[in-house]
């Protein structure tokens, strides 16, 4: 069995409802009723190189009291300093803290806060009532400690700002308002506005955890980042970003850079990813609202156990990958079938894995909906994705194999590229196609055979396919699929009904159970980005462009072949780039 660099451990979700119920997304105004579920979890995370569980959460990165007394007091007025300890020093616009212990900082201060302590020693910031503005480097600089614990007073307003490009002070690269070399806690019931100007918001070049408190980033670069890991339990966070909402990449260590979030209400608006790291993301609670990204989820490894997740993509919703163009499986031409025959115990050790088995997400993409360059599979929870309106993208992309066990999901878009899940799965799936092209907000419904309404989802999108997958859906038994003014019954004769393979050939459509009409979705057209069809370069053949990457495809005057390749039998290679353009042009004139 592959090993994961990083295994959650905690209870399934359990999807609690009777036989006929309506299953449909709370916070989405297009459908009417919402899926109850419960989660219980524990906060521990296991490395695959070692056997030993450490705690995602220390109890002290939870602990926000603190008494007033005991603590030393800094308070800033501007440009001076009133500070009883000889510890701490101001100069040139610097306040210097060398030893460890609990500092309460209060006041406007025009520089930066330094701490500068021993490797093995722990600092408390309590930050109450401050106004802090760095020009050129971070408002709060963690140059050594083994720890650093970053406490909003409850009650108090805090300000964090850095302007200008930033300029190194010494051998660190500082490129964030919060920049700590050490492990770094924010917690405390008070709230936090960090604005940076050229860099990113709050950064962590080890772990970042937060456990609580009120927290608005503006950047130009990522909100909250951490290179090891970053952590969340709690609180309320505002985020609008330039790069990723939030990030974690560790290139030197690879069972490390991952996000865990088991809690907070969140709203991101970035121009990359809402959310990215190299490694896993881990969502096991916290309500997560995206509204604007490139990639609304990224990540080797994404798991969703609960929580709800609502986010709008320019690209993929959630996006599965090593940031190789090698997945679990081949897929010609971006697209394609990928593995066809795999066990539950191999799709869920795959490297490269998307695993929903609990919580609610709600999914608006223009690229696809769900994607994973490895496999995709699906326990618990609730999915509703309104995917690509082009055909170069499906609702469901995955280049190992899909599989379905619990849980509902409906995943509607343009059926060029639609997939259906695999013959692992052991909950019944429908996949079906309409002749046209339905409107935005046109109602797809389920129903048994007894008129029972099982599904309702109204789609954000145009879309022409649908995948419908919920516990009510068994062999032998007919069913009921309405798009728009369409109907079709379905019997399902096996556990899966439509066998879309990714390029759009199934036997779900709607008065053309052989193949698909591509209706008007047509070529993705170009955008900013390059065009729809395509993931961040690296991703796949086709790969679309980020924000900021400028490298375009060149397509050479002449195709030499291999040395010893020769075109089939009867078969001329056009030489002359020519004339391949000139028939895919004659191609497309006729579709």
């Given at each position: 069995?592959?090993?994961?660099?990083?295994?959650?451990l905690?209870?399934?979700?359990?999807?609690?409802?009777?036989?006929?119920?309506?299953?449909?997304?709370?916070?989405?105004?297009?459908?009417?009723?919402?899926?109850?579920?419960?989660?219980?979890?524990?906060?521990?995370?296991?490395?695959?190189?070692?056997?030993?569980?450490?705690?995602?959460?220390s109890?002290?990165?939870?602990?926000?009291?603190?008494?007033?007394?005991?603590?030393?007091?800094?308070?800033?007025?501007?440009n001076?300093?009133?500070?009883e300890?000889?510890?701490?020093?101001?100069a040139?616009?610097?306040?210097?803290?060398?030893?460890?212990?609990?500092?309460?900082?209060?006041?406007?201060?025009?520089?930066?806060?330094?701490?500068?302590?021993?490797?093995?020693?722990?600092?408390?910031?309590?930050?109450?009532?401050?106004?802090?503005?760095?020009?050129?480097?971070?408002?709060?600089?963690?140059?050594?400690?083994?720890?650093?614990?970053?406490?909003?007073?409850?009650g108090?307003?805090?300000?964090?700002?850095?302007?200008?490009?930033?300029?190194?002070?010494?051998?660190?690269?500082?490129?964030?308002?919060?920049?700590?070399?050490?492990?770094?806690?924010?917690?405390?019931?008070?709230?936090?506005?960090?604005?940076?100007?050229?860099?990113?918001?709050?950064?962590?070049?080890?772990?970042?955890?937060?456990t609580?408190?009120t927290?608005?980033?503006?950047?130009?670069?990522?909100?909250?980042?951490?290179?090891?890991?970053?952590?969340?339990?709690?609180?309320?966070?505002?985020?609008?970003?330039?790069?990723d909402?939030?990030?974690?990449?560790?290139?030197?260590?690879?069972?490390k850079?991952?996000?865990y979030?088991?809690?907070?209400?969140?709203?991101?608006?970035?121009?990359d990813?809402?959310?990215?790291a190299?490694?896993?993301?881990?969502?096991?609670?916290?309500?997560i609202?995206?509204?604007?990204?490139?990639?609304?989820?990224?990540?080797?490894?994404?798991?969703?156990?609960?929580?709800?997740?609502?986010?709008?993509?320019?690209?993929?919703?959630?996006?599965?990958?090593?940031?190789?163009?090698?997945?679990?499986?081949?897929?010609?031409?971006?697209?394609?079938?990928?593995?066809?025959?795999?066990?539950?115990?191999?799709?869920?050790?795959?490297?490269?894995?998307?695993?929903?088995?609990?919580g609610?997400?709600?999914?608006?993409?223009?690229?696809?909906?769900?994607?994973?360059?490895?496999?995709?599979?699906?326990?618990?929870?609730?999915?509703y994705?309104?995917?690509?309106?082009?055909?170069?993208?499906?609702?469901?992309?995955?280049?190992?194999?899909?599989?379905?066990?619990?849980?509902?999901?409906?995943?509607?878009?343009?059926?060029?590229?639609?997939?259906?899940?695999?013959?692992?799965?052991?909950q019944?799936?429908?996949?079906?196609?309409?002749?046209?092209?339905?409107?935005?907000g046109?109602?797809?419904?389920?129903?048994?055979?007894?008129?029972?309404?099982?599904?309702?989802y109204?789609?954000?999108?145009?879309?022409?396919?649908?995948v419908?997958?919920?516990?009510?859906?068994?062999?032998?038994?007919?069913?009921?699929?309405?798009?728009?003014?369409?109907?079709?019954?379905?019997?399902?004769?096996?556990?899966?009904?439509?066998?879309?393979?990714?390029?759009?050939?199934?036997?779900?459509?709607?008065?053309?159970?052989?193949?698909?009409?591509?209706?008007?979705?047509?070529?993705?057209?170009e955008?900013?980005?390059?065009?729809?069809?395509?993931?961040?370069?690296?991703?796949?053949?086709?790969?679309?462009?980020?924000?900021g990457?400028?490298?375009?495809?060149?397509?050479?005057?002449?195709?030499?072949?291999?040395?010893?390749?020769?075109?089939?039998?009867?078969m001329?290679?056009?030489?002359?780039?020519?004339?391949?353009?000139?028939?895919?042009?004659?191609?497309?004139?006729?579709?």
């Open positions: 069995m592959k090993k994961k660099s990083m295994m959650i905690l209870s399934m979700a359990l999807i609690m409802g009777a036989c006929g119920q309506k299953e449909t997304p709370e916070d989405n105004p297009e459908v009417t009723k919402a899926v109850e579920h419960t989660t219980d979890t524990t906060e521990t995370v296991t490395e695959a190189t070692g056997t030993e569980s450490s705690p995602l959460f109890e002290r990165d939870k602990e926000t009291d603190y008494d007033e007394e005991e603590c030393i007091k800094i308070s800033l007025n501007k001076t300093v009133s500070c300890e000889p510890y701490v020093s101001a040139d616009g610097t306040v210097t803290i060398t030893k460890k212990g609990t500092y309460l900082l209060s006041g406007t201060w025009e520089g930066s806060i330094l701490i500068d302590v021993g490797k093995e020693d722990k600092v408390q910031l309590i930050l109450d009532g401050t106004d802090i503005s760095a020009n050129t480097t971070a408002a709060v600089y963690v140059k050594e400690a083994d720890k650093v614990f970053l406490t909003l007073a409850g108090s307003s805090n300000k964090l700002k850095s302007t200008g490009e930033f300029v190194n002070i010494d051998d660190n690269n500082i490129d964030g308002t919060v920049f700590s070399k050490a492990d770094l806690t924010v917690n405390g019931e008070g709230t936090l506005e960090v604005t940076s100007e050229t860099g990113h918001g709050i950064v962590g070049k080890d772990d970042l955890v937060i609580g408190g927290v608005k980033v503006e950047s130009a670069g990522h909100g909250l980042s951490g290179k090891d890991s970053v952590r969340i339990s709690g609180g309320v966070f505002d985020i609008t970003c330039g790069k909402g939030i990030h974690s990449g560790n290139d030197e260590e690879e069972e850079g991952y996000v979030i088991g809690g907070g209400e969140f709203m991101i608006a970035a121009e990813d809402g959310i990215h190299e490694n896993s993301v881990v969502i096991e609670a916290g309500n609202n995206i509204t604007k990204s490139y990639e609304g989820i990224e990540g080797r490894i994404l798991e969703f156990a609960g929580g709800t997740v609502s986010l709008t993509s320019k690209d993929d919703g959630l996006n599965a990958t090593d940031g190789s163009t090698e997945g679990f499986g081949f897929r010609p031409m971006g697209g394609g079938a990928g593995v066809t025959s795999a066990s539950l115990e191999d799709i869920e050790s795959s490297n490269i894995l998307i695993k929903i088995s609990g609610q997400l709600n999914i608006r993409a223009d690229g696809d909906g769900i994607d994973s360059n490895g496999c995709f599979l699906m326990t618990g929870g609730a999915v994705v309104s995917g690509p309106q082009n055909s170069g993208n499906g609702a469901l992309d995955f280049e190992g194999q899909g599989a379905v066990t619990g849980g509902t999901i409906v995943a509607a878009g343009a059926g060029g590229m639609a997939m259906n899940f695999g013959s692992a799965s052991t019944g799936s429908i996949m079906v196609s309409s002749q046209a092209s339905l409107a935005a046109t109602v797809v419904t389920l129903k048994d055979s007894r008129g029972n309404e099982l599904v309702s109204a789609p954000a999108g145009k879309y022409n396919s649908v419908i997958s919920c516990p009510e859906i068994k062999v032998g038994e007919t069913y009921t699929v309405t798009m728009g003014e369409e109907t079709r019954t379905v019997t399902m004769e096996e556990l899966i009904y439509g066998s879309g393979d990714g390029f759009g050939r199934g036997n779900g459509g709607f008065g053309n159970k052989g193949g698909f009409n591509w209706g008007d979705f047509g070529v993705p057209p955008t900013e980005f390059g065009t729809e069809r395509g993931d961040k370069k690296g991703d796949r053949d086709f790969g679309g462009l980020r924000p990457e400028t490298e375009k495809f060149e397509i050479p005057e002449e195709i030499e072949l291999p040395e010893g390749m020769m075109p089939p039998e009867g001329e290679f056009p030489r002359d780039i020519s004339t391949l353009q000139g028939n895919v042009k004659a191609s497309s004139a006729d579709a």
